[in-house]
Protein backbone atom coordinates (compact mmCIF):
# COMPACT_ATOMS: atom_id res chain seq x y z
CA UNK A 1 0.00 0.00 0.00
CA UNK A 2 1.26 3.44 -0.76
CA UNK A 3 0.27 7.04 -0.80
CA UNK A 4 -0.59 7.13 -4.49
CA UNK A 5 -3.05 4.42 -4.15
CA UNK A 6 -5.11 5.88 -1.36
CA UNK A 7 -5.06 9.63 -3.52
CA UNK A 8 -6.22 7.25 -6.45
CA UNK A 9 -9.39 5.51 -4.61
CA UNK A 10 -10.55 8.98 -3.51
CA UNK A 11 -10.29 10.59 -6.80
CA UNK A 12 -11.96 7.11 -8.28
CA UNK A 13 -15.26 7.29 -5.96
CA UNK A 14 -15.56 11.07 -6.93
CA UNK A 15 -15.07 10.88 -10.03
CA UNK A 16 -17.21 7.44 -10.73
CA UNK A 17 -15.19 6.60 -14.06
CA UNK A 18 -12.01 5.24 -14.71
CA UNK A 19 -11.52 7.62 -17.55
CA UNK A 20 -12.20 10.83 -15.41
CA UNK A 21 -10.50 9.75 -12.77
CA UNK A 22 -7.60 8.99 -14.73
CA UNK A 23 -8.05 12.18 -16.44
CA UNK A 24 -7.77 14.30 -13.67
CA UNK A 25 -4.85 12.51 -11.73
CA UNK A 26 -2.99 13.05 -15.08
CA UNK A 27 -2.09 9.32 -15.49
CA UNK A 28 -2.57 6.84 -17.99
CA UNK A 29 -6.07 4.39 -17.42
CA UNK A 30 -4.38 1.37 -17.57
CA UNK A 31 -2.33 2.48 -14.67
CA UNK A 32 -4.78 3.70 -12.51
CA UNK A 33 -6.78 0.26 -13.32
CA UNK A 34 -3.36 -1.28 -12.48
CA UNK A 35 -3.15 0.42 -9.32
CA UNK A 36 -6.79 0.05 -7.57
CA UNK A 37 -5.94 -4.03 -8.75
CA UNK A 38 -2.71 -4.05 -6.22
CA UNK A 39 -4.52 -1.76 -3.53
CA UNK A 40 -7.55 -4.30 -3.45
CA UNK A 41 -5.38 -7.36 -3.75
CA UNK A 42 -3.55 -6.13 -0.86
CA UNK A 43 -6.62 -5.26 0.75
CA UNK A 44 -8.22 -8.29 0.51
CA UNK A 45 -10.98 -7.75 -0.77
CA UNK A 46 -13.00 -5.61 -3.66
CA UNK A 47 -13.57 -1.74 -2.84
CA UNK A 48 -15.62 -0.68 -6.18
CA UNK A 49 -18.01 -2.48 -8.12
CA UNK A 50 -19.44 -1.43 -11.33
CA UNK A 51 -23.11 0.49 -11.74
CA UNK A 52 -23.82 0.70 -15.30
CA UNK A 53 -21.08 3.02 -17.10
CA UNK A 54 -20.43 4.01 -13.45
CA UNK A 55 -18.05 2.87 -10.36
CA UNK A 56 -19.98 2.13 -6.82
CA UNK A 57 -18.51 1.29 -3.63
CA UNK A 58 -18.85 -2.17 -2.16
CA UNK A 59 -19.82 -2.25 1.52
CA UNK A 60 -16.18 -3.46 2.22
CA UNK A 61 -14.85 -0.39 0.04
CA UNK A 62 -17.36 2.26 2.35
CA UNK A 63 -15.91 1.08 5.48
CA UNK A 64 -12.47 2.08 4.27
CA UNK A 65 -13.41 4.93 2.15
CA UNK A 66 -13.88 7.33 5.04
CA UNK A 67 -11.10 6.45 6.83
CA UNK A 68 -8.84 7.30 3.66
CA UNK A 69 -10.40 10.60 3.50
CA UNK A 70 -10.14 11.67 6.68
CA UNK A 71 -6.17 10.27 6.85
CA UNK A 72 -5.71 12.21 4.06
CA UNK A 73 -7.29 15.32 5.02
CA UNK A 74 -5.10 15.03 7.81
CA UNK A 75 -1.60 14.54 5.81
CA UNK A 76 -2.64 17.07 3.60
CA UNK A 77 -3.16 19.79 6.51
CA UNK A 78 0.25 18.60 7.87
CA UNK A 79 2.14 19.08 4.81
CA UNK A 80 0.27 22.67 4.27
CA UNK A 81 1.50 24.03 8.04
CA UNK A 82 4.94 22.57 7.50
CA UNK A 83 5.30 24.20 3.84
CA UNK A 84 4.07 27.44 5.69
CA UNK A 85 7.43 27.37 7.73
CA UNK A 86 9.57 26.30 4.87
CA UNK A 87 8.20 29.38 3.13
CA UNK A 88 9.23 31.23 5.42
CA UNK A 89 13.02 30.70 5.51
CA UNK A 90 14.93 33.25 3.69
CA UNK A 91 16.73 32.14 0.08
CA UNK A 92 13.54 29.36 -0.93
CA UNK A 93 12.37 28.72 -4.45
CA UNK A 94 9.70 26.55 -5.23
CA UNK A 95 9.86 24.46 -8.62
CA UNK A 96 7.14 22.65 -10.22
CA UNK A 97 8.17 20.81 -13.42
CA UNK A 98 7.22 18.13 -15.90
CA UNK A 99 8.29 14.39 -14.64
CA UNK A 100 10.55 13.84 -17.25
CA UNK A 101 12.66 16.83 -16.41
CA UNK A 102 11.96 16.47 -12.47
CA UNK A 103 14.07 13.28 -13.01
CA UNK A 104 16.92 14.38 -15.56
CA UNK A 105 17.59 17.69 -16.23
CA UNK A 106 16.48 20.19 -12.87
CA UNK A 107 19.18 18.05 -10.09
CA UNK A 108 22.39 19.02 -12.14
CA UNK A 109 20.73 22.28 -12.89
CA UNK A 110 20.04 23.20 -8.96
CA UNK A 111 23.56 21.67 -7.67
CA UNK A 112 25.30 24.41 -10.48
CA UNK A 113 23.18 26.62 -9.37
CA UNK A 114 23.76 26.39 -5.64
CA UNK A 115 27.92 25.72 -6.60
CA UNK A 116 28.22 28.96 -8.62
CA UNK A 117 25.61 31.33 -7.69
CA UNK A 118 24.16 30.66 -4.29
CA UNK A 119 24.48 27.68 -1.73
CA UNK A 120 22.38 28.77 1.09
CA UNK A 121 19.22 28.93 -1.18
CA UNK A 122 16.57 26.17 -0.37
CA UNK A 123 14.74 24.35 -3.48
CA UNK A 124 11.06 22.78 -2.83
CA UNK A 125 10.42 20.61 -5.80
CA UNK A 126 7.40 18.72 -7.12
CA UNK A 127 6.95 16.94 -10.23
CA UNK A 128 3.50 17.46 -11.80
CA UNK A 129 2.29 17.82 -14.88
CA UNK A 130 1.52 21.34 -17.35
CA UNK A 131 -2.16 21.70 -15.85
CA UNK A 132 -1.25 21.81 -12.24
CA UNK A 133 2.37 23.43 -12.84
CA UNK A 134 0.40 26.34 -14.53
CA UNK A 135 -2.46 26.54 -12.02
CA UNK A 136 0.08 26.52 -8.95
CA UNK A 137 2.15 28.88 -10.62
CA UNK A 138 -1.16 31.28 -11.38
CA UNK A 139 -1.95 30.17 -7.16
CA UNK A 140 1.58 31.55 -6.47
CA UNK A 141 1.82 28.39 -4.95
CA UNK A 142 4.92 28.13 -6.93
CA UNK A 143 8.11 30.82 -8.21
CA UNK A 144 8.85 28.76 -11.05
CA UNK A 145 7.28 26.68 -13.45
CA UNK A 146 8.71 23.89 -16.86
CA UNK A 147 6.23 22.96 -18.33
CA UNK A 148 3.69 23.31 -21.91
CA UNK A 149 2.59 26.18 -22.75
CA UNK A 150 -1.58 26.34 -23.00
CA UNK A 151 -3.55 29.81 -23.84
CA UNK A 152 -5.76 31.38 -20.96
CA UNK A 153 -2.91 31.78 -18.50
CA UNK A 154 -2.59 35.56 -18.73
CA UNK A 155 -0.65 36.03 -15.84
CA UNK A 156 1.91 33.42 -16.64
CA UNK A 157 4.91 34.36 -18.66
CA UNK A 158 6.16 31.88 -20.69
CA UNK A 159 10.06 31.18 -22.15
CA UNK A 160 11.17 28.74 -24.28
CA UNK A 161 13.59 26.37 -22.74
CA UNK A 162 14.28 23.22 -24.91
CA UNK A 163 12.32 20.90 -27.16
CA UNK A 164 11.17 17.54 -27.69
CA UNK A 165 11.60 15.83 -30.70
CA UNK A 166 7.93 14.25 -31.69
CA UNK A 167 8.29 10.73 -33.07
CA UNK A 168 6.64 7.83 -34.67
CA UNK A 169 6.83 4.47 -32.39
CA UNK A 170 6.00 1.23 -33.60
CA UNK A 171 7.08 -2.47 -32.64
CA UNK A 172 10.50 -2.83 -34.61
CA UNK A 173 8.40 -5.44 -37.03
CA UNK A 174 6.24 -3.03 -37.91
CA UNK A 175 6.82 -1.61 -41.74
CA UNK A 176 7.37 1.88 -40.94
CA UNK A 177 10.46 0.96 -38.45
CA UNK A 178 12.80 0.51 -41.74
CA UNK A 179 12.00 4.40 -42.42
CA UNK A 180 14.37 6.59 -41.71
CA UNK A 181 12.13 9.53 -41.33
CA UNK A 182 7.72 8.90 -41.51
CA UNK A 183 6.11 11.71 -43.33
CA UNK A 184 2.31 12.83 -42.58
CA UNK A 185 0.96 10.88 -45.75
CA UNK A 186 2.29 7.49 -44.28
CA UNK A 187 0.16 7.55 -41.24
CA UNK A 188 -3.28 8.23 -42.94
CA UNK A 189 -5.16 4.91 -42.35
CA UNK A 190 -3.39 3.95 -39.23
CA UNK A 191 -4.44 3.45 -35.49
CA UNK A 192 -3.61 5.91 -33.89
CA UNK A 193 -2.23 5.85 -30.62
CA UNK A 194 -1.58 9.65 -28.85
CA UNK A 195 -2.00 11.96 -25.88
CA UNK A 196 -5.58 13.08 -24.99
CA UNK A 197 -6.32 16.61 -26.57
CA UNK A 198 -7.31 17.71 -22.66
CA UNK A 199 -3.67 17.96 -22.47
CA UNK A 200 -1.22 20.79 -23.73
CA UNK A 201 1.21 18.45 -25.77
CA UNK A 202 -2.18 16.38 -26.85
CA UNK A 203 -3.90 19.91 -27.93
CA UNK A 204 -0.44 20.33 -30.14
CA UNK A 205 -0.08 17.10 -31.68
CA UNK A 206 -4.51 17.50 -32.33
CA UNK A 207 -3.93 20.60 -34.21
CA UNK A 208 -0.22 20.03 -35.96
CA UNK A 209 -0.25 16.31 -36.93
CA UNK A 210 -3.98 14.32 -36.15
CA UNK A 211 -6.11 17.60 -37.99
CA UNK A 212 -3.34 16.78 -41.25
CA UNK A 213 -4.48 12.99 -41.18
CA UNK A 214 -7.40 11.45 -43.12
CA UNK A 215 -9.12 8.07 -42.45
CA UNK A 216 -7.41 7.39 -39.17
CA UNK A 217 -8.68 5.88 -35.91
CA UNK A 218 -7.73 7.40 -32.64
CA UNK A 219 -10.28 6.30 -30.19
CA UNK A 220 -7.06 5.49 -27.88
CA UNK A 221 -5.96 8.46 -25.78
CA UNK A 222 -3.44 8.74 -23.73
CA UNK A 223 -1.87 10.79 -20.61
CA UNK A 224 1.28 10.43 -21.62
CA UNK A 225 4.42 7.89 -23.01
CA UNK A 226 3.93 5.15 -20.99
CA UNK A 227 0.52 4.21 -21.60
CA UNK A 228 1.38 5.50 -25.48
CA UNK A 229 4.04 3.20 -25.57
CA UNK A 230 2.40 0.11 -23.61
CA UNK A 231 -0.54 -0.20 -26.26
CA UNK A 232 2.27 0.30 -29.05
CA UNK A 233 3.96 -2.48 -27.53
CA UNK A 234 0.28 -4.93 -26.70
CA UNK A 235 0.02 -4.15 -31.14
CA UNK A 236 -2.61 -1.91 -30.55
CA UNK A 237 -1.10 0.99 -32.86
CA UNK A 238 1.26 3.32 -34.04
CA UNK A 239 2.15 5.50 -31.33
CA UNK A 240 2.80 9.70 -31.61
CA UNK A 241 4.64 10.84 -29.05
CA UNK A 242 7.64 13.32 -27.63
CA UNK A 243 10.69 11.42 -27.67
CA UNK A 244 11.27 11.50 -23.67
CA UNK A 245 13.31 9.21 -21.10
CA UNK A 246 9.71 7.11 -20.17
CA UNK A 247 9.84 5.42 -23.37
CA UNK A 248 13.54 3.76 -22.50
CA UNK A 249 12.16 0.61 -20.27
CA UNK A 250 10.47 -0.19 -24.07
CA UNK A 251 11.65 -2.31 -26.91
CA UNK A 252 10.33 -0.45 -29.44
CA UNK A 253 11.22 1.37 -33.14
CA UNK A 254 11.84 5.36 -32.78
CA UNK A 255 10.91 7.07 -35.74
CA UNK A 256 11.44 10.83 -36.01
CA UNK A 257 8.46 12.29 -37.55
CA UNK A 258 8.19 14.84 -40.47
CA UNK A 259 7.43 17.48 -38.99
CA UNK A 260 8.80 21.38 -37.63
CA UNK A 261 11.65 20.64 -35.16
CA UNK A 262 9.70 23.31 -32.49
CA UNK A 263 6.62 21.76 -32.76
CA UNK A 264 6.90 20.65 -29.08
CA UNK A 265 8.39 23.05 -26.37
CA UNK A 266 9.10 22.85 -23.07
CA UNK A 267 8.87 26.46 -21.32
CA UNK A 268 10.58 27.91 -18.55
CA UNK A 269 6.92 29.56 -16.52
CA UNK A 270 6.20 31.96 -13.77
CA UNK A 271 3.80 34.32 -12.66
CA UNK A 272 4.23 37.80 -13.78
CA UNK A 273 2.14 39.72 -11.81
CA UNK A 274 3.53 38.59 -8.65
CA UNK A 275 6.44 39.92 -6.91
CA UNK A 276 9.87 37.34 -7.05
CA UNK A 277 12.49 37.77 -4.88
CA UNK A 278 16.42 38.58 -5.75
CA UNK A 279 16.62 34.81 -5.44
CA UNK A 280 13.75 33.39 -8.08
CA UNK A 281 15.13 36.26 -10.53
CA UNK A 282 18.86 34.78 -9.98
CA UNK A 283 17.66 31.82 -10.61
CA UNK A 284 15.16 32.53 -13.70
CA UNK A 285 18.32 34.07 -15.57
CA UNK A 286 20.45 31.35 -14.64
CA UNK A 287 18.71 28.54 -15.76
CA UNK A 288 17.66 30.07 -19.07
CA UNK A 289 21.53 30.77 -19.51
CA UNK A 290 21.75 27.16 -18.74
CA UNK A 291 23.38 24.93 -21.87
CA UNK A 292 20.45 22.40 -21.96
CA UNK A 293 21.84 20.72 -24.90
CA UNK A 294 24.43 18.34 -22.53
CA UNK A 295 21.26 17.17 -21.49
CA UNK A 296 19.80 15.65 -24.63
CA UNK A 297 20.81 12.32 -24.06
CA UNK A 298 19.20 12.37 -20.57
CA UNK A 299 16.05 13.79 -21.41
CA UNK A 300 15.41 10.83 -24.62
CA UNK A 301 16.84 8.10 -23.13
CA UNK A 302 17.74 8.03 -19.08
CA UNK A 303 17.63 4.42 -17.99
Given at each position: ??????????????????TKAASKLFISQPSLSNSMKSFEEELGGKLL?????????????????ETICTSLDELDHGISEAQKLLNQQPNTIKIACLPTT??????????????????STHFILSSKASIPVMNGLTKEAFDVGICSYKSGY???KFIPFYAEEII????????????????????NHQ??????????????????VLSKLSNINNNNKQIDEVGIAGLVASGQGVGICADTSFLAPFDLAKIPLKIPAN?????????????????????IRFILDYDISQFEYLIKNKN
Open positions: MNLNQLCYFRVLVEEKQYKKNGHQMQLTQFGKSIYFGTVLPKIIRDFKESINKDDLVLVPKEHKLAKVKKVTLSQLNIITYTPEIPIGETIEKDTRIVYVAYNNSSPRSKEVESF
